[in-house]
C-alpha cells in the first residue's frame, strides 16, 4: 500500500487570513522536506481532497522513486510528532525553521493543528518554539475515568474525563480496539498506555500505545458499610461501641 499522502488540519476558529497563512507554511514545510529527502529528485504534490468544515487539506505524493515520496511522508509525521511532544526535529535548519513557523498559527483561536498520514495523527496544541520546548511529559501508566465522545473521523479515539482532574484525555486506539471502545462508553475505566501530560500543570492529555481499557466497578454510596474490619465487634454497632468507650472512667 503506497504511503504517500499527506493532511494538515487546524482545529478552532479559522479566519481565511489565518487559512491562508497556514497553508503557505504548510506548502514551505513539504517543500523542504522534499529538498532534504529527495537530494534533488523532484516530487510533485497535487491536492486530493479539501474539507471546508474541519479546515484540513490533503495532498499526495509522485515521484518517479516512490521511495522517496513514502520517506518524505514518514518525515512529515516525524515532524508532527515532534511539535506534539516539544522533542527536537530530527532534519535540517531549514526544515525546522518551517515547522515552528506552521505551528505559531496556533494563537488562541486555532486551537490545535493536526498533522496526518497513512501512518496515522499526531495533534499539536500549541505554538512551539525555543522557550516553549520540553514542556510536555510522557510516560507509560493508567487513568481511571468516564468514557465519553467516541470519534472515527481520521483516526480512532475517545474522550476520557479523568477521575482525579475531571479532565478530557485524548486516547488514541488502534483499529482491532474499536469493538472494546464501542462496549466502554459511558462507562468508569481504567485505561493503560503511555500518558502525555502538560509539565507545568500534570494534568494528562494523551494517552497513546494503549494496552488496556479495562471496565471497573462502581461502588454503591454505602457500601462501606459492609467492609470487613480486624475488630471483632461482638454484634454491636461501631458508633455504640465508640460511645460507651468514650464514657468510661479512666
Not at 523542504?32 to 510533485?44: D, F, K, M, N, V
Not at 530530527?90 to 486555532?110: D, T
Amino acid at each position: 500500500m503506497a504511503r504517500n499522502t499527506l493532511t494538515l488540519s487546524m482545529k478552532g476558529s479559522i479566519t481565511l487570513d489565518i487559512y491562508n497563512k497556514a497553508v503557505g507554511r504548510f506548502l514551505a514545510l513539504i517543500k523542504a522536506l522534499s529538498e532534504e529527502i529527495g537530494s534533488g529528485a523532484p516530487i510533485t504534490w497535487r491536492l486530493v481532497d479539501l474539507q471546508t468544515g474541519s479546515a484540513s487539506m490533503t495532498i499526495a505524493g509522485e515521484a518517479m522513486q516512490p521511495e522517496l515520496v513514502e520517506r518524505t511522508t514518514r518525515a512529515y509525521a516525524s515532524v508532527g510528532t515532534a511539535l506534539a511532544f516539544g522533542e527536537p526535529i530530527p532534519y535540517s535548519a531549514k526544515v525546522n525553521r518551517c515547522a515552528l513557523a506552521l505551528s505559531q498559527v496556533i494563537n488562541g483561536e486555532i486551537t490545535a493543528l493536526e498533522f496526518t498520514t497513512d501512518l496515522g495523527s499526531v495533534l499539536v496544541p500549541q505554538a512551539v518554539g525555543i522557550a516553549s520546548r520540553g514542556k510536555r511529559l510522557q510516560a507509560w501508566g493508567t487513568i481511571d475515568g468516564t468514557v465519553e465522545t467516541l470519534t472515527s473521523h481520521r483516526r480512532l479515539e475517545f474522550i476520557l474525563y479523568d477521575a482525579h482532574f475531571d479532565h478530557p484525555v485524548h486516547c488514541i486506539v488502534r483499529h482491532e480496539q474499536e469493538a472494546i471502545m464501542l462496549q466502554m462508553w459511558r462507562k468508569l475505566v481504567r485505561v493503560s498506555g503511555l500518558i502525555i501530560r502538560d509539565a507545568q500543570t500534570g494534568y494528562p492529555l494523551e494517552i497513546r500505545e494503549i494496552g488496556e481499557i479495562r471496565e471497573l466497578q462502581v461502588s454503591a454510596p454505602d457500601s462501606y458499610r459492609k467492609a470487613a474490619g480486624i475488630l471483632d465487634l461482638g454484634g454491636e454497632a461501631p458508633e455504640v461501641l465508640i460511645r460507651r468507650l468514650r464514657d468510661a472512667p479512666a
